[in-house]
């Protein structure tokens, strides 16, 4: 007669609640971390916190667009160095304002930048 062992181990794909998920997600996407780190104490990769990202996102029907706020009254011209477009971010308040006689290339590369 012959015998088989059974080797039992965790199971190759986890399943994660919807409470898990919104804590890893919170904790990835929270001011200041990196979600290479959250990923490594979660033990899961750092696709799948991307991928859960979209599937909220995809699922709330946010786009990846951020508001556009328009001011009611134009704003008065200062001079040839009058902002022309200004950034603010709200995570920590920086500005960035660029000139209406800014390049094409410049206006990119600022906008860049802020990704």
Same mark, same amino acid.
């Given at each position: 007669?012959?015998?088989?062992t059974?080797?039992?181990?965790?199971?190759?794909?986890?399943r994660?609640?919807?409470?898990?998920?919104?804590?890893?997600?919170?904790?990835?996407?929270a001011?200041?971390a990196?979600v290479?780190?959250?990923?490594?104490?979660?033990?899961?990769?750092?696709?799948?916190?991307?991928?859960?990202?979209?599937?909220?996102r995809?699922?709330?029907? =946010?786009?990846?667009?951020a508001?556009?706020?328009?001011? +009611?009254?134009? /704003?008065?011209?200062?001079? @040839?160095?009058? %902002? &022309?477009?200004? =950034?603010?971010?709200?995570?920590?308040?920086?500005?960035? +304002?660029?000139? /209406?006689?800014?390049?094409? @290339?410049?206006? %990119? &590369?600022?906008?860049?930048?802020?990704?």
């Amino acid at each position: 007669m012959a015998f088989a062992t059974l080797i039992a181990g965790p199971e190759r794909r986890r399943r994660w609640p919807a409470a898990e998920r919104v804590r890893i997600l919170s904790a990835a996407f929270a001011p200041g971390a990196v979600v290479t780190q959250v990923a490594r104490e979660n033990e899961i990769s750092t696709g799948l916190i991307y991928k859960w990202r979209e599937q909220v996102r995809r699922r709330e029907g =946010v786009t990846g667009f951020a508001p556009v706020v328009t001011a +009611s009254e134009p /704003a008065s011209r200062g001079g @040839a160095d009058a %902002a &022309a477009i200004t =950034v603010e971010l709200a995570v920590d308040g920086a500005r960035v +304002s660029i000139a /209406a006689h800014a390049t094409p @290339a410049l206006v %990119a &590369a600022a906008l860049g930048a802020l990704r």
